[in-house]
């Protein structure tokens, strides 16, 4: 598993998965880092924001530069990301934000679109799972889906793995989690205006 792995994965079928993206001690120190003050999660953009408890559950604390150093580690790994896919595949990802992201017992995310053609411009998602005592009886698995709705791929929330998948691409859920499960959710942005509307929503 690799960068170029992963590029190749991207251009050929839109998602990769890479294990071991981070060691256990890189796990754990971003473990430290977590602010303690979690917010509940909210769908849609800045204009149409609801909290909907049924559809996603998760309740999450975006990341800062400035959190720690384990963090600032992170933002510099998708940052060398971001640059090599540009490189390669020109999709002109401009920008990358993310959030920690905490389910509960019973928690879950229903099926969803990270991005809808035209209207925001996240281009590529990353989940980083943070989970390591994680056993298949704790749930919590991402099933990705087809744009035709078939499952691709049921993913374990392990420590140190990381999802990538296109973001228009690929419906997806997270199933109820039986334990508490904690991720980092990211998105590289293109700059800018789509359908003549800045998307500055978070
Ligand atoms: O945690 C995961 O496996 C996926 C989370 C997700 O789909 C999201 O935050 O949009
Ligand atoms: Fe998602």
């Known amino acids: 598993m690799s960068l170029d792995n992963l590029i190749d994965a991207i251009a050929d079928q ?17 473990c430290q880092e977590m602010p303690e003050n979690w917010r509940t999660a909210q769908i849609g953009r800045s204009d ?21 150093f384990a963090i600032h580690d992170y933002l510099e790994r998708m940052e060398h990301i971001r640059h090599n896919v540009n490189r390669a595949l020109f999709l002109g990802l401009f920008e990358y934000e993310a959030h920690f992201a905490k389910y509960d017992i019973g928690d879950a995310y229903e099926k969803h679109y990270d991005a809808f053609q035209g209207r925001t411009n996240r281009r590529l998602t990353t989940v980083m799972y943070l989970n390591e005592h994680w056993t298949e009886a704790d ?3 991402l099933k990705l889906y ?22 228009e691409r690929f419906p997806h859920e997270v199933c109820i989690s039986h334990a508490e499960r904690f991720s980092i959710a990211g998105w590289f942005r293109t700059n ?4 003549q509307c800045f998307d500055i929503s978070r």
């Open 14 to 30: 839109g998602w990769y998965i890479w294990d071991d993206f981070l060691s256990v001690k890189q796990v754990r120190d971003l």
């Open 48 to 68: 149409s924001k609801h909290q909907n408890q049924r559809r996603r559950s998760d309740k999450i604390q975006w990341l800062q530069p400035t959190m720690g």
């Open 192 to 195: 800018g205006v789509s359908e």
């Open 139 to 141: 749930g919590g698995k």
């Open 146 to 167: 087809s744009d035709q709705d078939e499952l691709i791929e049921t993913v374990a929330p392990y420590a140190g793995r990381l999802v990538v998948f296109l973001s």
